[in-house]
């Protein structure tokens, strides 16, 4: 079956870096869309960004231009570049998969798989 394993989550400072990693088995990788959300403490999970299978990308507005996402289908792992990271974007950070090419990436019921997720804190 499908499993996805993040990494990269920690305690960083306002305005630090981090790098989340995602790494994927049991599907061909190269030809699923993969997602980032992430859920604060009493809040929906929320959508980050997404790449799909030819390496396009989508970013909600709150992490466009700070955020980046990437893939490397030789090693079967997405990343999750943060820039600029701000106190309010400490939560949990769930990877996703998804096989459609065309229901909508933003949504989290396009999704079939989910990792376990890493904590992401930011300190102000």
């Known amino acids: 079956q499908v499993q996805l394993v993040e990494s990269g989550g920690g305690l960083v400072q306002a305005g630090g870096s981090l790098r989340l990693s995602c790494a994927a088995s049991?599907?061909?990788?190269?030809?699923?869309?993969m997602g980032w959300f992430r859920q604060a403490p009493g809040n929906e999970r929320e959508f980050v960004a997404a790449?799909?299978?030819?390496?396009?990308?989508l970013y909600s507005d709150s992490v466009k231009g700070r955020f980046t996402i990437s893939r490397d289908n030789a090693k079967n792992t997405v990343y999750l570049q943060m820039n600029s990271l701000k106190p309010e974007e400490t939560a949990v950070y769930y990877c996703a998969a998804a096989t459609s090419t065309w229901r909508s990436l933003y949504s989290r019921t396009t999704y079939a798989a989910w990792g376990q997720g890493t904590q992401v804190t930011v300190s102000s």
């Open positions: 790449i799909r299978s030819g390496g396009s990308a």
């Open positions: 049991g599907l061909i990788f190269s030809t699923y869309q």
